[in-house]
């Protein structure tokens, strides 16, 4: 069974302060791909990253990084120096390779105050 | 290039009516997929389609529902009768057969049953 999991329901931070999103998945397939959603106040669901199980590098874009480590299952999301605009709710899933579904942890909502 | 386009954005009803949302995928991509997204349950898959072709309706949530795709660029997801508890944000995505390939969503439409 696949399963995501994203333990934050909710996080506070001031602008500029740095953020980690934390992303734990369980999977028995030996390959599949890793997600990261952006869902705005206004509602839509925008794609961030897609990782492949066999490309374990970290990621930088910009203020965004993702740290993938596939010995803790882990598919963390760092924003460095925060801005009101990156306030949203963060959707890591996981979809195995090959496979049609996508599954979606809970979400991780995002303050980021003045 | 336009991405997933979903109508209406908003749509209010009186229970017992008939509800259509719609939605243009991505030209050239041949999967579809239709979501629901609630508080209480977060996102859900509701039907899935490869090459117009209905493969997992596991999701859907009863025979209220029903969902067709008559051609590439067309789908629709109909409920009737609406009832309270459908209230919600579908939302469609599409993205192309490569496993590698990522869903991209609508901005959905989000549906109030009265």
């Known amino acids: 069974a696949q399963k995501v999991t994203q333990a934050q329901t909710e996080i506070s931070v001031v602008e500029k302060e740095d953020v980690t999103l934390d992303c734990v998945y369980e999977t028995r397939d030996t390959t599949y791909y890793l997600f990261w959603y952006k869902q705005p106040p206004s509602g839509e669901l925008v794609f961030l990253i897609r990782?492949?199980?066999?490309?374990?590098q970290n990621e930088i874009s910009g203020r965004y990084s993702w740290n993938f480590q596939k010995s803790t299952s882990s598919f963390n999301f760092t924003i460095t120096a925060s801005q009101v605009v990156d306030s949203a709710v963060y959707f890591c899933?996981?979809?195995?390779?090959?496979?049609?579904?996508?599954?979606f942890g809970a979400g991780t909502r995002l303050f980021v105050k003045a | 290039d336009a991405g997933v386009i979903q109508s209406p954005r908003h749509e209010v009803t009186e229970m017992g009516q008939e509800v259509t949302l719609r939605c243009k995928p991505i030209s050239g991509h041949n999967s579809l997929f239709w979501y629901r997204q609630t508080m209480m349950r977060g996102l859900e898959l509701l039907i899935y389609f490869n090459n117009n072709v209905p493969i997992d309706d596991s999701g859907m949530p009863e025979d209220r529902f029903s969902a067709k795709m008559p051609n590439a660029s067309f789908s629709t997801l109909k409920i009737q009768p609406s009832e309270p508890r459908d209230s919600a944000v579908y939302f469609c995505?599409?993205?192309?057969?490569?496993?590698?390939?990522?869903?991209?969503f609508g901005p959905g439409t989000r549906l109030t049953v009265l």
């Open positions: 990782r492949n199980s066999f490309d374990e």
């Open positions: 995505a599409s993205r192309t057969r490569e496993s590698t390939d990522t869903q991209y």
């Open positions: 899933a996981l979809r195995r390779t090959g496979g049609f579904k996508t599954i």
